[in-house]
Every structure is written in structure tokens, then in C-alpha cells.
């Protein structure tokens, strides 16, 4: 797709001349630190997107668990436990060379989404690992979150996708199931490997 450069937005000046300012409220909604509202989203949110950047890039991560699997531990600070994955540990290298990730965290039925955005550290203390053991295995390393921003996120994007509503969901049978997709991308990737 070519795309004519006149109508690209290049600088910061562009962008803000093509859309209106923000309200005031929405600008000060947003807090430095996890107060009363703050914990009781966290607790109650079963799923959080986590995302990072790195060298390589950005990287959307999917964190779930039971609610408030992301304990709050104080005021700044949040504790993600990493439990046993595909070890592809995309968004832990990118931790190791840019601290700066930022979390969305949805609750099932909730019309609004919350944000908090921070600075992270990897601890693998093993008496922190045993505090959030599952299974009786403690998880393989604690991300620590330094919190700089906090503001619930208005749910415009959930109400258009009417996303809780059962009734919208896709038809299982128009999903193609994760093994066919990793099958066909394991082979694509293959493919491509033995053309260099």
C-alpha cells in the first residue's frame, strides 16, 4: 500500500492541530499512585494485557489469573508473578533493556478498562517466588512495578465491541483451533528459514 505522504502527521504539532484537546477532567483523572479504587480493580481483574519495549521492539503480552493474581503491595508498587510459560521471555528481555511497561486490566462484565503505567524490575528472591507459589510451585520470577501513572481508561472500545455480551461472541466452529494455526506458522517460519 502506498501511502501519499501529504497526508501523513509527522510531529506532535500536526497531531494535536488535527484533533481537539482533551478535557481538563481527563487529563487530571490521572493519579501517581494506587488508591482505594485503584486496589479494588486489581483485586477483582482475572486479566491484564502487559505490554513492553524493547530493541527488537514492542511486545503485547496476555497475564491472567485469578483475581488480583497482580498484587498490589503498597501505594507504588505492584507484584506480577511470572509462572512457567513458553520461555520465549519477550517482554522479560525487553524489562532488561527498557524498564518503562504498561498494563490494561479488563474485569469480565466491567464496561471500562484500567490503566497503570510504571517501571519494572525481575526479582527471582526466592522467598518473594514462594510467596506466590500456585500449585505448590513458586512462581520463576516476581515482576516488580514501580507505578508512575494510574487512570481508568474509557470503555468507548469495549461498549463498541459489546465485548461481555455472550451472545456476540464468534461461532467456535469459524475459529480455526491454536494447534492448525501454530502447525501452519511453525511450518511458515520454516519455510522462510530454508530460502536464506
Not at 489469573?65 to 503498597?74: I, Q, S, T, Y
Not at 520465549?88 to 518503562?100: E, H, K, M, V, Y
Not at 462484565?109 to 524490575?121: C, D, I, L, P, S
Not at 470503555?155 to 469459524?174: C, M, P, Q, V
Request: hydrophobic share 45%; with cysteine; aromatic share 8%.
Amino acid at each position: 500500500m502506498n501511502l501519499d505522504s501529504h497526508y501523513l502527521l509527522t510531529d506532535a504539532a500536526q497531531l494535536r492541530e488535527h484533533y481537539a484537546q482533551p478535557n481538563k477532567a481527563v487529563v487530571q483523572k490521572q493519579i501517581d499512585c494506587l488508591d482505594m479504587y485503584a486496589r479494588r480493580l486489581i483485586a477483582l481483574s482475572p486479566f491484564m494485557i502487559f505490554g513492553t519495549l524493547g530493541a527488537a521492539g514492542i511486545d503485547c503480552s496476555p497475564k491472567g489469573g485469578e483475581p488480583g493474581f497482580v498484587h498490589v503491595e503498597d501505594d507504588k508498587t505492584l507484584l506480577l508473578p511470572d509462572r512457567s510459560g513458553n520461555n520465549r521471555l519477550d517482554g522479560l528481555g525487553n524489562i532488561l533493556q527498557n524498564p518503562f511497561v504498561g498494563m490494561l486490566f479488563l474485569i469480565p462484565g466491567w464496561k471500562e478498562a484500567f490503566r497503570v503505567n510504571g517501571r519494572a524490575q525481575i526479582s527471582v528472591d526466592p522467598a518473594l517466588c514462594r510467596r506466590f507459589a500456585q500449585d505448590d510451585r513458586p512462581a520463576k520470577s516476581i515482576i516488580v512495578i514501580r507505578v508512575d501513572e494510574v487512570f481508568i481508561h474509557c470503555g468507548r472500545a469495549i461498549g463498541f465491541a459489546d465485548l461481555w455480551n455472550g451472545e456476540k461472541h464468534a461461532d467456535s466452529a469459524l475459529i480455526p483451533g491454536a494447534l492448525e494455526i501454530f502447525k501452519a506458522h511453525v511450518a511458515l517460519s520454516a519455510a522462510a528459514a530454508e530460502k536464506v
